[in-house]
């Protein structure tokens, strides 16, 4: 039987990369009009327009630096704060519940990476590695 402990790094690894490539995904319709474009009209955000443009450029950067592992808590928090603006300032004050205001999806953005920016990267990830490798040279002349 598989301890339950010794899922916790493969979770967070899954869990940080599917957070990461969606909202990359996100970022990639509205800036280039892929995947359904923005909000599914099959049409990019025009270049620069404030506040939507910036924000696909947010999600797309932070989803890929997410994804990857690298940069990870800077990103995650950069993110986080994009979906809590997107929405108190685009959703909320159509109505208070995410449900009848439609910002499920940034509510739920903004919580999953204030999460991500708290636990961390995790072992499996760009961040880990290259801390590992830093540290390495240090402990390999320590021995000598």
């Keep these: 039987m598989i301890s339950v402990d010794r899922l916790g790094e493969p979770v967070l690894a899954l869990f940080r990369a ?3 490539l ?3 995904c ?6 280039f009009g892929v995947l359904g474009g923005n909000r599914g009209s099959g049409q990019a955000l ?3 327009a404030w506040p939507g443009w910036w924000a ?3 999600q797309l950067v932070c989803g890929a630096l997410v994804l990857a592992g690298l940069f990870t808590r800077p990103a995650a928090v950069l993110a986080s704060g994009s979906m809590a603006y997107a929405y108190f300032v685009v959703h909320q004050p159509d109505a208070l519940l995410p449900i009848s205001n439609g910002g ?3 509510a739920m953005f903004c919580w999953a990476f204030l999460l991500i920016a708290v636990l961390g990267p995790g072992a499996w990830a760009l961040d880990s590695f ?7 040279p240090v402990r390999a002349a320590s021995r000598t």
């Design 18 to 20: 599917v957070v990461g």
């Design 22 to 24: 969606l909202f990359l």
């Design 26 to 31: 996100h970022g990639a319709a509205s800036l």
């Design 46 to 48: 025009e270049f620069a």
């Design 56 to 58: 696909a450029l947010i």
């Design 104 to 106: 499920e999806s940034a």
């Design 130 to 136: 290259l801390a590992r490798r830093r540290t390495e």
